[in-house]
Structures are given as C-alpha cells and as structure tokens.
C-alpha cells in the first residue's frame, strides 16, 4: 500500500502521520464495506485489503442484466432494463477501470525506487490522484445508494478525503513549490 512506503519513507513527521492515519481510515472503511457485503447479501468481501470495483458497484446500482442468473433484460415494468456495454461499470456507462490497475502498480513500483524529497513529491501527487478517484467512486451513491450506512460512509469519504486532498496540494506547494493543477 502506498500509503505504508510513506510511513517508512516520508521525510517530514507529519507526513508519515498523515499516512499512517490513511492507513487507518482505509482498515476502517474495508471493515465497514465487509460488514455490508456479508450483512445485506450474504456475501463474503474478496480475500486481500482491497475490493474489486464491480463488488463495490454492486452495493450502488443493480447489476447489468447479463451479470444477474434468471433475469430477462426486462424491469418489472416491461420496459427494457438499462444494462451496460461490455467493458462499462453496470448502470453507471463508466468505463471499468481494468486498466488502471496495472497504470497504479507501476506508479507505486516508481514510488518505491524513490527517496527523499522526490519520495515525498511523488507520494503527494499519487495519493491525490488515488483520493480523487476515492471521491469519484463514492459519488455514484450520494447520487443513486439504497442503503442509508453506505451512503453515510460516501458522503464521509468525499468530505474528508476531499479536504486531505487540499492538505496534500498545500504540503507540496508550501514544502516543494509544486503546484497541482486543478
């Protein structure tokens, strides 16, 4: 986890707490997302620290038709059910984000060839962009989430990794004169 190079590598000492508390809030919101899975559909979260993002959907929007055993595309309704593309988020015509994954691991094997200032630099940056996307996820269920828990637990991610995000960007320009943009 990137966040666990910083607490080793982090040059300044609120910034290794900073990861450290990253750590863990994450711990804590995978519990919770855990804790939903298996309390609301009897379904065990994925081994590893992390949950896939069709899993994490699922709790948003229903599944596309094709994902769901003995549905027939239809809604009760008659009308034809909004399904998704291959290759496309169900619901939400978003593309999936498969290759991100690969983009992020090499980012963090980059990371961890790097120390000092240029480990700060990077960490700063990397963690923002991962907190940003955090924030995009997280807004599908302020917009469209059924469950009053889960959405309590989006709206805190967005606000307090929203304002983390303005900390990172205010420690990179006040440490390192680097200016994200906007």
Same mark, same amino acid.
């Given at each position: 986890?990137?966040?666990?190079?910083?607490?080793?590598?982090?040059?300044?000492?609120?910034?290794?707490?900073?990861?450290?508390? $990253?750590?863990?809030?994450?711990?804590?919101? $995978?519990?919770?997302?855990?804790?939903?899975?298996?309390? #609301?559909? +009897?379904?065990?979260?994925?081994?590893?620290?992390?949950?896939?993002?069709?899993?994490?959907?699922?709790?948003?929007?229903?599944?596309?038709?094709? &994902?769901?055993?003995?549905?027939?595309?239809?809604?009760?309704?008659?009308?034809?059910?909004? +399904?998704?593309?291959?290759?496309?988020?169900?619901?939400?015509?978003?593309?999936?984000? +498969?290759?991100?994954?690969?983009?992020?691991?090499?980012?963090?094997?980059?990371?961890?060839?790097?120390?000092?200032?240029?480990?700060?630099?990077?960490?700063?940056?990397?963690?923002?962009?991962?907190?940003?996307?955090?924030?995009?996820? &997280?807004?599908?269920?302020?917009?469209?989430?059924?469950?009053?828990?889960?959405?309590?637990?989006?709206?805190?991610?967005?606000?307090?990794?929203?304002?983390? $995000?303005?900390?990172?960007?205010? #420690?990179?320009?006040? #440490?390192? +004169?680097?200016?994200?943009?906007?």
């Amino acid at each position: 986890m990137m966040a666990e190079l910083a607490v080793q590598k982090g040059t300044r000492p609120e910034l290794r707490r900073f990861a450290q508390q $990253i750590i863990d809030d994450q711990r804590a919101e $995978i519990e919770k997302l855990t804790h939903f899975l298996r309390d #609301w559909y +009897g379904t065990e979260a994925p081994a590893g620290t992390t949950m896939p993002m069709e899993t994490m959907m699922g709790m948003v929007v229903p599944m596309a038709p094709a &994902a769901r055993p003995g549905t027939s595309g239809m809604e009760p309704d008659g009308h034809e059910e909004h +399904g998704s593309a291959p290759g496309m988020m169900p619901g939400m015509g978003m593309p999936m984000m +498969g290759g991100m994954m690969a983009e992020e691991a090499a980012r963090m094997q980059a990371l961890a060839a790097k120390t000092g200032a240029d480990f700060d630099v990077e960490f700063l940056s990397a963690m923002t962009d991962h907190h940003a996307m955090a924030v995009m996820m &997280a807004a599908p269920v302020l917009m469209r989430g059924h469950h009053a828990d889960l959405y309590t637990l989006a709206e805190d991610i967005v606000v307090t990794q929203g304002q983390e $995000i303005r900390q990172m960007d205010e #420690w990179l320009d006040a #440490w390192y +004169g680097v200016q994200r943009p906007l």
